[in-house]
């Protein structure tokens, strides 16, 4: 079953950027609704950010204002643009999105495998 994609994490210091990318893996699958979650070691999963088709969005309180979830239907490919970054936003950022077969008509609920984000002080 073809997973979302995510890609762009890596090692910044406190206060740099990154740009996180989810994009669906087969040329016959573009990408719905998604959302970004993450999961700090010993923590729960949080939800960060929400796109919809119509690009309507919603973040979380914790990242308000410093990071902004787009989506790109020509590259079929949701972005999560962080800013400001802080040690406290090191987590592993997953990609949760509703992927449509084009091929079948269909569409169903997927997660990608994660991407690390690391923000040292």
């Known amino acids: 079953q073809v997973q979302p994609v995510e890609s762009g994490g890596g090692l910044v210091q406190a206060g740099g950027s990154l740009r996180l990318s989810c994009a669906a893996s087969?040329?016959?699958?573009?990408?719905?609704?998604t959302n970004w979650y993450r999961q700090a070691p010993g923590k729960q999963r949080e939800l960060v950010a929400v796109?919809?088709?119509?690009?309507?969005?919603n973040y979380a309180d914790s990242v308000k204002g410093r990071f902004t979830i787009s989506r790109d239907n020509a590259k079929n490919t949701v972005y999560l643009q962080m800013n400001s970054l802080k040690p406290e936003d090191t987590a592993v950022y997953y990609c949760?999105?509703?992927?449509?077969?084009?091929?079948?008509?269909?569409?169903?609920?997927?997660w990608g495998r994660g991407t690390q984000v690391t923000v040292s002080s």
């Open positions: 796109i919809n088709s119509a690009r309507s969005t």
């Open positions: 949760n999105a509703l992927l449509v077969d084009q091929k079948r008509g269909t569409e169903y609920d997927s």
């Open positions: 087969g040329s016959t699958f573009s990408i719905n609704a």
